[in-house]
């Protein structure tokens, strides 16, 4: 066992308190949504698929970086073989979604079958800038995605196999699923964003931003990133659901929800449970988008926040009571605590005068997580808030 | 040796130097220093006293002490009001949303995001500075100078891609 899964092990209990750690049947569907604040990840276990990990997010206990969905995955499994992942999926390079996902690679102690990553033109662009900002400007932007980068390449090396996602591309399917019962089901992960629009669109800014010689290193806008996020649509037996990724949209562009709805392939989109695309921010609230999902269907929202820009945004939940079932917070958001308690009177008072206007200091990270268990005819078998995690 | 397995010579590098200061040597050997100034400054002298140097005024007997120290990224900037937000982080990886006001980077009267960016990381912190008079604790901020891309930058790049992308899959497609 490798010195980060023992302090997994021994941190277990804080983590998941009062969560029955049993895996799910097998004929059972289960999503579960981390989102400490800031970063977000979702496990999700399908009957004839086994287990996904979707995006990676770690938290801070006692001190200690643990990676959410590895912890989760081992503690379910702990003192029996871990089983192999399906696929492990980063929708977009954002730090929120790929913090520590080098440790899942690295570390799940199981078989790791497929990762895939937004298209490949797009990540390898992105990769080159990310050199050219390394090796010439000796800037480290994205911190943490070489080591990413570098821990897929290792898997790849191991035969773990790769794919590069973009719209209407097929992550997993298999027809005649046979669940216990004898019952015939078919199950279909595939993706319904990035579109070609959007990946081109990307490129653009990339290569804006490409540095030229005599002239000031510009620094890549993180939120461009989301661009090319993956969205994921899921349909097995009954039951269907909607992973929004990051994914945002434009009253003036075709990019995003509005560009994957005009499409004559869109699927149809209506979904039992939504994850909530880019944390419940205002640009990824499409109203044509959300009419598709509650169309016969009573929808389960998932927000998972992001605290350093105020999300999820008010305006945005107010029209998401309207027209869900239920909305679930992954975090009460960080709590804040007097700078007075962490620094010393000295510093605190420093710090209190110009050129400072106003400070708040944030505790530590508000750990919970919300799970999820349905049957493949769409009846809930579990709704939990675990933790910092609540129902609105 | 002494106690602390340092040689005696080394031992007294280290009192004169305030310990808490780090001088970074890449800076000096950067192409950007290349001002006849800087090559008739520091070609001669040993590199024990081009670390001594920049920090030590006798005359003043100038000393800081950095009380505490964070990394800062510029969230947010509000040009009409004069001040930016940023995400600050300590070395204990405590974290603060800390809004400045921009007159502390510059007394330029120009638009702030005309000097910083939103992503723009700068370090700050709290330092005490010991004098002759009373000790004095103020606080600094420091950003770096937007880098001008150079030709001898896109060798470097080259190379770092060559080796650090050599066999990735996404360069081979």
């Known amino acids: 066992m490798t010195p980060i899964l023992r302090v997994i092990q021994i941190l277990m209990t804080d983590l998941f308190g009062k969560c029955p750690l049993r895996p799910p049947d097998p004929d059972i569907i289960e999503l579960c949504f981390f989102g400490p604040g800031i970063g977000e990840s979702i496990v999700l276990h399908l009957p004839g698929m086994g287990w996904a990990i979707i995006d990676s997010c770690s938290s801070t206990v006692k001190g200690k970086i643990i990676n959410l969905p590895l912890a989760y995955l081992t503690s379910l499994y702990k003192g029996v073989s871990p089983p192999p992942i399906a696929f492990l999926l980063l929708t977009h390079p954002h730090e929120d979604h790929y913090r520590h996902m080098d440790l899942i690679i690295n570390d799940y102690p199981g078989k790791i079958e497929r990762i895939c990553y937004p298209d490949g033109k797009s990540i390898r662009e992105l990769k080159e800038y990310l050199a050219r900002a390394r090796g010439g400007a000796n800037e480290d932007q994205l911190p943490g995605l070489m080591a990413v980068f570098d821990a897929m390449r290792g898997a790849w090396d191991r035969g773990v196999d790769r794919r590069c996602v973009s719209e209407f591309c097929d992550i997993f399917s298999k027809n005649n699923v046979t669940l216990s019962t004898g019952e015939k089901i078919s199950l279909k992960v595939s993706a319904i964003a990035p579109s070609a629009e959007n990946i081109e669109a990307y490129f653009e800014i990339l290569a804006k931003a490409w540095p030229q010689e005599g002239k000031k290193f510009i620094r890549l806008q993180e939120r461009d990133i989301n661009l090319i996020s993956i969205a994921l649509i899921i349909n097995i037996g009954k039951m269907s659901i909607i992973l929004g990724g990051d994914v945002e949209t434009s009253n003036t562009k075709l990019i995003g929800w509005k560009c994957l709805l005009s499409k004559n392939e869109c699927p149809d989109l209506s979904a039992n449970i939504v994850k909530v695309a880019h944390h419940g921010s205002i640009n990824a609230f499409c109203d044509a988008s959300w009419g598709q999902h509650i169309k016969n269907k009573e929808t389960v929202a998932i927000i998972t926040p992001f605290d350093r820009s105020g999300l999820p945004n008010e305006a945005t939940l107010e029209e998401l009571k309207k027209i869900c079932s239920k909305i679930g917070i992954t975090s009460c958001g960080k709590k804040t605590i007097k700078k007075s308690k962490i620094y010393s009177k000295l510093v605190d008072n420093v710090t209190d005068l110009f050129p400072v206007r106003s400070w708040k200091s944030l505790s530590q990270d508000a750990i919970g997580f919300i799970r999820l268990r349905y049957d493949t005819h769409g009846e809930p078998i579990e709704q939990e808030a675990y933790g910092d995690s609540f129902w609105l | ?173």
């Open chain 2, 1 to 173: 040796m002494n106690s602390t397995g340092h040689s005696k010579d080394e031992a007294r590098t280290f009192d004169m130097l305030d310990s808490s200061n780090v001088i970074d040597h890449a800076f000096f050997s950067d192409e950007n220093t290349n001002t006849p100034f800087v090559k008739s400054t520091y070609s001669s002298i040993s590199q024990k006293e081009q670390i001594k140097w920049p920090f030590m005024n006798p005359a003043l007997n100038l000393r800081e002490t950095i009380r505490e120290w964070w990394k800062g990224i510029v969230l947010s900037i509000n040009a009409q009001e004069n001040s930016f937000v940023s995400e600050l982080i300590d070395l204990r990886g405590n974290r603060s949303i800390v809004e400045f006001d921009s007159a502390f980077i510059t007394e330029d009267k120009g638009p702030i995001d005309n000097f910083i960016d939103i992503g723009d990381e700068f370090a700050y912190y709290v330092v005490t500075r010991h004098t002759k008079m009373a000790p004095e604790t103020v606080s600094k901020i420091e950003f770096s100078s937007p880098h001008i891309w150079q030709a001898s930058d896109d060798k470097k790049a080259e190379k770092f891609i060559d080796t650090y992308f050599k066999g990735d899959p996404d360069f081979n497609d």
